[in-house]
């Protein structure tokens, strides 16, 4: 089993920025896919950024491309979400996954590749 800790998150204006993280612990060495979904008040979760933890690749939402920068660092089993010039419509909570992919090795951002999650962070952002 994995455990996921999420922390960041936080309140900003429109235009600024926010970090989330995540910590991994347990069995990892099947976590192929790591990854960030959100999910607002009456929406459907969405497939924000995910990070291939074997070789570092990155995939984004095209709503968050060019504005939100997946990492990693392996040594602490930590993957981290920077998040910037951030909207309104950005506002949402934020969960960490981390899975062994579609099939044992796409990665993508559907939810049938993750099936570890973290609590979830809040991330609000006014007007």
């Known amino acids: 089993e994995v455990q996921l800790v999420e922390s960041g998150g936080g309140s900003v204006q429109a235009g600024g920025s926010l970090s989330l993280s995540c910590a991994a612990s347990?069995?990892?060495?099947?976590?192929?896919?790591m990854g960030w979904f959100r999910q607002a008040p009456g929406k459907e979760r969405e497939g924000v950024a995910g990070?291939?933890?074997?070789?570092?690749?990155?995939y984004y939402a095209d709503s968050v491309k060019g504005r939100f920068i997946i990492s990693q660092d392996n040594a602490k089993n930590t993957i981290y979400l920077r998040m910037n010039n951030l909207k309104p419509e950005d506002t949402s909570l934020y969960y960490c996954?981390?899975?062994?992919?579609?099939?044992?090795?796409?990665?993508?951002?559907?939810?049938?590749?993750?099936?570890?999650w973290g609590q979830g962070s809040q991330v609000t952002v006014s007007s």
């Open positions: 990070i291939y933890t074997n070789h570092g690749g990155t």
């Open positions: 347990g069995y990892t060495s099947n976590m192929r896919c």
């Open positions: 996954a981390a899975g062994a992919g579609v099939g044992g090795w796409w990665c993508n951002l559907e939810s049938q590749a993750y099936d570890q």
